[in-house]
């Protein structure tokens, strides 16, 4: 009988451990993806630039003009100097852009810059042959040479392919500064100054983890611009030659040796992104 039991005992064990040998096994957890986020160009940002300007204007014909009497003596003729301007720009900006669809797609934004300018104080100078009649000075129409500062606020348009963007950009400029002259001149000259720039430029998002993100921003970016500006709508003036010394209004004026004040820029800069990533 004892056998029996044990023999029945260990029959049992066999068929369960087989019973359970045939039950399906537990499936394991699917791994768990973190998905990677596409980069997109929304957010503000601001940056710093440095780059060279140069004269892009337009240079009148003829550089000798006779002075009419009785403004000054019989014979007498003003020679104009005309040199070029080049020199450093630099300074910052600030902007915003929308990007419609993440990864690549068409960016919108604004951007607002203030530069300093370096084309230094010796152009345009007037050379007065002859005497003038008393009372009058010469005024020294030094056009781009008496701009310290200009700044833009501009609108872009342009389209991203992943972190690189490709933009236009164009709207309003201003300008202004002052001229050291040995004449007095007339103050016109260094009024506050209005008109537009347009250009375009290439951008580069780089990594955020980036040796130059020392703010700790979304993205670094780089990037290479050239911009027109026109500011001709604030130098009516510089065709001014004699002017009143009491009530320094013009008195006689001349297109001859005038420049308008237009000068290109070529700029590399450097913008942190907040914002989206």
Not at 68 to 79: D, H, L, Q, R
Not at 85 to 93: A, V
Not at 181 to 200: E, I
Not at 235 to 261: F, Y
Request: a positive charge; glycine letters at 14%; zero cysteines.
């Amino acid at each position: 009988m004892t056998k029996l039991l044990a023999s029945l005992a260990a029959f049992t064990a066999l068929t369960a451990a087989a019973s359970a040998a045939d039950l399906p096994r537990r499936a394991a957890p699917p791994p768990v993806f973190t998905p990677v986020p596409v980069f997109t160009w929304t957010g503000a940002y601001f940056g710093i630039n440095a780059g060279y300007a140069f004269d892009a204007s337009d240079r009148k014909t003829g550089n000798v003009f006779a002075v009419p009497f009785p403004y000054a003596a019989p014979g007498t003729v003003a020679s104009f100097r005309n040199r070029s301007q080049d020199g450093f720009s630099g300074g910052g900006q600030i902007g915003y852009n929308y990007q419609f669809t993440p990864g690549s797609g068409v960016v919108i934004g604004f951007e607002a810059d203030a530069q300093y300018l370096d084309f230094g104080r010796d152009r345009n100078n007037a050379f007065i042959s002859g005497a003038v009649a008393p009372g009058l000075i010469v005024n020294d129409p030094r056009g781009l040479s008496s701009l310290d500062y200009f700044g833009t606020v501009r609108g872009r348009l342009g389209y991203a392919f992943d972190r690189t963007l490709v933009y236009g950009t164009g709207g309003f400029a201003y300008g202004s500064g002052s001229a050291e002259r040995s004449f007095g001149g007339f103050r016109g000259n260094d009024s506050f100054r209005t008109g537009w720039a347009a250009g375009g430029g290439i951008e580069y998002a780089l990594p955020t983890d980036s040796f130059l993100n020392f703010f700790r921003s979304s993205a670094v970016t780089l990037k290479v611009e050239g911009l027109y500006v026109n500011l001709d709508r604030g130098t009516r003036n510089q065709g001014v030659l004699l002017v009143d010394a009491a009530s320094l209004t013009p008195v006689v004026t001349t297109g001859v040796g005038r420049r308008s004040d237009e000068f290109a820029v070529v700029r590399a800069g450097l913008n942190y992104k907040f914002g989206s990533y």
